[in-house]
């Protein structure tokens, strides 16, 4: 068996921590990681989501599991004598007592079809795209696109894509980012483009107690289902789709 001296074994485990990683979310790593790459950009983009409001809607098979279970269950439901059953209806109606009033499946803005509102689909699951300039577009023109940012100098990825969020809607204080790894990343080719391939980070995050955003910098915004999203990006459909797990 071979035996190290500590001198020698400090400078094997420095040379170790010194070479280059894939990626990493340390500020000294990711400079490293991005000069492996074609031309050393990395984009943290935002998956900006509001969950749903009310409950979303019944399958029609789940619906009639749910009946014939119940219809089940009530042949062997034990019986209990009318007397205790109607204490329950006899009990005072205190302070405490609030009239609920079930929220509205079908908005004013579902009926205008207002992109722009998070009023609508609340039944569903709602997505943050932005139109404007983007990075490695096509000719520099506008598109629509994520909320995002290149990475410079912050010190995680993670920070990146909470630059890109805040310079969107202005601050993070009705935010709430899940996790500090990105839930996905692509690599962008562009052949025909001036901008040499890059890697796209995806990082998630929700809606916490807002109904409304001041969008800025970009031309124009919406609020889009994962079906409405998917048809904004055809070429990238069937990545967004397995992206976003959505269950209703």
């Not at 074609?38 to 749910?66: C, M, N, T, W």
């Not at 990006?233 to 269950?247: A, R, T």
């Amino acid at each position: 068996m071979l035996s190290r001296s500590p001198a020698t074994a400090s400078l094997l485990l420095r040379s170790l921590l010194q070479q280059p990683r894939g990626f990493s979310s340390s500020a000294a790593a990711a400079p490293a990681a991005a000069k492996g790459g074609d031309d050393g950009k990395l984009v943290a983009s935002v998956l900006f989501e509001r969950l749903p409001v009310v409950i979303p809607k019944i399958h029609p098979v789940v619906y009639a599991f749910q009946e014939f279970s119940f219809r089940w269950r009530q042949q062997y439901r034990r019986q209990y004598p009318d007397d205790v059953l109607g204490k329950a209806d006899a009990r005072g109606k205190g302070d405490y007592h609030i009239d609920y009033v079930p929220a509205p499946r079908f908005t004013e803005a579902d009926k205008a079809n207002d992109r722009k509102s998070l009023q609508r689909a609340l039944d569903n699951k709602l997505y943050l795209l932005l139109y404007g300039n983007a990075y490695g577009a096509p000719d520099g023109k506008p598109i629509w696109h994520f909320p995002e940012k290149v990475y410079e100098n912050e010190e995680t990825m993670r920070l990146c894509a909470e630059t890109a969020l805040k310079s969107v809607i202005g601050g993070l204080d009705n935010t709430y980012f899940v996790g500090n790894a990105p839930m996905a990343h692509m690599v962008v080719e562009q052949p025909d483009s001036s901008v040499s391939s890059f890697k796209r980070f995806f990082f998630k995050s929700q809606v916490v107690g807002s109904t409304k955003y001041h969008i800025g910098k970009c031309k124009d915004y919406a609020w889009v289902t994962k079906d409405e999203l998917l048809e904004y990006f055809p070429e990238n459909k069937d990545f967004f789709n397995k992206m976003i797990i959505h269950i209703r």
